[in-house]
């Protein structure tokens, strides 16, 4: 049902996350066939010996928006999806930081400075993430349900928030990353105007 609900929303990308493991890979395999949206994961390698092996994962989508080109990468946590998940041993996986710098690294040689990373690392890691690469502009987050808000809306509901909506942290040429993340199960719409 849930690949069903996406592929009606039309989305741009989707990032694999640790519990897309939950039904094992030859189940993941099967959403994957289901959607009609890219899915990202550039540091999931599956080998030959998996079922995902011949799967549409892909490291990173570029998408033209006003005339101009916008790459999205996707990053996943991988001791977490290793220790939570029903990942066999023929998907490996690359670590975090490097395969997104790699990934930046490609794209920038294409020439395209506009970057999004769909990072399902957790809040922290998306932090350490933003001030370790250079290039990246967003980081849209997820796996550890972080509740931010810049309004005050969340406090006014009796919510406590963990950060600002959008956390600013700066790369490693001082230069402004914007980290989103909207809390957890639906249960907020997060919204970044960008120019």
Known sequence: VDIKVLNALNLDAYQIG?????????????????????ILGANIHPTAASPLASSRILPYVIKEIDGEKVAIIGVLKV??????????DAVKFTEEISTVR???????????????????LGYDFDQK????????????????????DSTGELS?????????????????????????????????????QLD
């Open 18 to 38: 640790n519990h897309e493991f939950d039904e094992g890979e030859k189940r993941l395999a099967e959403l994957i066939e289901m959607a009609t949206f890219p």
């Open 79 to 88: 001791e977490k999806t290793r220790e939570s998940s029903m990942v066999t």
């Open 102 to 120: 790699d990934q930046v690294k490609s794209l920038t040689d294409q020439k395209i400075n506009k970057i999004i990373v769909l990072s399902h």
């Open 129 to 148: 993430l933003a001030a370790s690469v250079e290039e990246i502009d967003v980081i849209v987050g997820g796996d550890t349900h972080t509740r931010l």
């Open 156 to 192: 006014k509901l009796g919510i406590e928030t963990e950060g600002a909506y959008p956390t600013v942290v700066n790369n490693p040429k001082g230069k402004p990353v914007y980290i989103v993340q909207a809390w957890e199960y639906a249960k907020a719409l997060g919204r970044l």
